[in-house]
């Protein structure tokens, strides 16, 4: 990946990403939905997972496991083997040549999950040929808005747009923080602090 000072400096496109998943354990949990957006394109896959999705997780994205298939608010969604979710998102990744992807709580959670999935189907350096950098929303938050009380991306999204959204699909949570990063309306140098690389 390139230097991300470097990168701060050009128009890099930047992708909103997120990832849902069967718990909280970024070590061992599974990736269950892929959603991202830049610009007016949007990426969605939904994988099967492997084992149970954790109690607390299910709650939080409502997604379960019946009869070998996987449901978003009890309804069947199509599904596609995690591999082959990861090898398109890359593809999704390669349409916009070098990218910035951003999310929020990136490097606590989606980061380390999504580069530990990567090596384990070694896809990583793949991946690396089409990232520029990461950009994780919730850091640069408390720079821009030191005031606020809580940084969870739906507090934020009430906090500076006076709205609530569907969270926690992941294809929803992508589209609520475009919204949020083009109310924060980061400069340059203020990303490039926050951006960082594998």
Do not use: W
Request: proline letters at 4%; charged letters at 25%; hydrophobic letters at 40%.
């Amino acid at each position: 990946m390139q230097d991300s000072k470097a990168m701060a400096k050009k128009d890099v496109p930047l992708v909103f990403f997120d990832l849902e998943t069967t718990g909280l354990d970024v070590t061992t949990c599974e990736i269950i939905q892929i959603g991202a957006v830049c610009g007016v394109k949007t990426f969605n896959r939904y994988m099967l997972p492997q084992r149970d999705i954790g109690e607390e997780a299910s709650a939080v994205n409502h997604l379960t496991v019946v009869d070998q298939a996987l449901r978003y608010n009890g309804e069947p969604v199509e599904t596609v083997p995690l591999c082959e979710a990861l090898t398109d998102f890359i593809d999704f990744l390669r349409s916009f040549n070098q990218t910035r992807l951003v999310a929020h709580n990136c490097r606590c959670f989606d980061f380390p999950i999504l580069v530990r999935v990567l090596q384990e189907f070694t896809l990583l350096d793949q991946f690396q040929r089409v990232v520029a950098d990461f950009l994780d929303t919730k850091e640069l938050s408390k720079t821009l808005l030191p005031e606020a009380q809580s940084y969870s991306q739906e507090n934020l999204v009430m906090l500076t747009l006076g709205k609530t959204y569907e969270a926690h699909n992941a294809l929803n949570d992508v589209r609520g923080l475009l919204e949020l990063y083009q109310a924060l309306n980061p400069d340059a140098d203020t990303v490039a602090r926050h951006a960082f690389n594998l």
